[in-house]
């Protein structure tokens, strides 16, 4: 498997974990308010990418790298913030984000222009 293609795997696995792991934590996990919480909403803009990471499609993993940074954000604070189990599940979202952030930044320069 050629390097573009484990990146362009990387970053596909990592989003479609994070948007699983976001309507899990947020709907039965360990939800702000018992029995769900609104916050299960914030996956929409993480579907929004979704089609254009599948189709390798180099402008989409330029802006959702930008764009991932403020779920890696929400997960620092509540990492740190948060106890028990929403504790873990904002460090395994600081660990996907921080997977799709790499991931995504060197497929954009693998593919850009000059190669």
Same mark, same amino acid.
């Not at 939800?31 to 769900?36: A, F, H």
């Not at 028990?84 to 395994?92: E, F, P, T």
């Not at 790499?102 to 190669?115: D, L, Q, S, W």
């Given at each position: 498997? *050629? *390097?573009?293609?484990?990146?362009?795997?990387?970053?596909?696995?990592?989003?479609?974990?994070?948007?699983?792991?976001?309507?899990a934590w947020e709907g039965?996990?360990?939800?702000?308010? @018992?029995?769900?919480?609104?916050?299960?909403?914030?996956?929409?803009?993480?579907?929004? @990418?979704?089609?254009?990471?599948?189709?390798?499609?180099?402008?989409?993993y330029q802006w959702s790298?930008?764009?991932?940074?403020?779920?890696?954000?929400?997960?620092?604070?509540?990492?740190?913030?948060?106890?028990?189990?929403?504790?873990?599940?904002?460090?395994?979202?600081?660990?996907?984000?921080v997977t799709f952030f790499?991931?995504?930044?060197?497929?954009?320069?693998?593919?850009?222009?000059?190669?």
């Amino acid at each position: 498997m *050629n *390097n573009i293609k484990l990146l362009q795997n990387l970053s596909i696995v990592s989003l479609i974990a994070l948007i699983f792991l976001s309507v899990a934590w947020e709907g039965w996990l360990a939800p702000l308010t @018992p029995g769900g919480s609104a916050l299960i909403f914030k996956v929409i803009p993480l579907m929004i @990418p979704l089609f254009g990471i599948l189709r390798g499609k180099r402008y989409t993993y330029q802006w959702s790298s930008m764009m991932i940074l403020i779920y890696f954000t929400e997960g620092a604070v509540r990492a740190w913030s948060d106890h028990g189990l929403s504790q873990i599940l904002a460090m395994i979202e600081v660990a996907l984000t921080v997977t799709f952030f790499t991931a995504t930044i060197y497929y954009a320069r693998a593919t850009g222009r000059a190669h």
